[in-house]
């Protein structure tokens, strides 16, 4: 059973849900939460306050899809991506190293390309 979410930042609200992976289910345990996150081409990274206490999954990869989220286990981050990043090798959004997917974001992902290098976003879970 997927888990809805919203992402907030800087006046952009996307919603999305999270998988039924260990990954997933660890971030959802720290839900509510926000992130300073920083911007890496067209992909936005930010560092989780507490471990999720997962390592890279079998299901890990560089290769993502628009909209995705991931988790970056080397620097215990959220990463949402929304377009090509300095990694990829076309159009196609790549990570710097091995993540782990756990769900996407929906709708008007084109927004998150005006907002600053840094933000501050609040992910929240939305109750049935």
Not at 2 to 15: E, N, Q
Not at 53 to 79: D, F, K, Q, S
């Given at each position: ?26 971030l959802r345990e720290r839900l ?97």
């Open positions: 059973m997927s888990t809805r979410i919203r992402f907030s930042a800087h006046g952009v609200d996307l919603l999305g849900e999270l998988d039924d992976s260990p990954t997933a289910l660890a509510p939460a926000t992130l300073r996150m920083s911007r890496w081409g067209d992909e936005y990274y930010g560092r989780i306050a507490t471990d999720l206490g997962v390592g890279e999954a079998a299901e890990a990869r560089e290769l993502m899809e628009v909209g995705e989220l991931a988790y970056w286990p080397v620097g215990n981050a959220l990463c949402v991506f929304f377009g090509p990043t300095p990694a990829s090798e076309g159009k196609e959004p790549r990570a710097a190293s091995p993540v782990n997917p756990m769900g996407r974001l929906e709708g008007a992902l084109e927004k998150l390309k005006t907002l600053p290098p840094e933000i501050e976003a609040t992910v929240t879970v939305l109750e049935p």
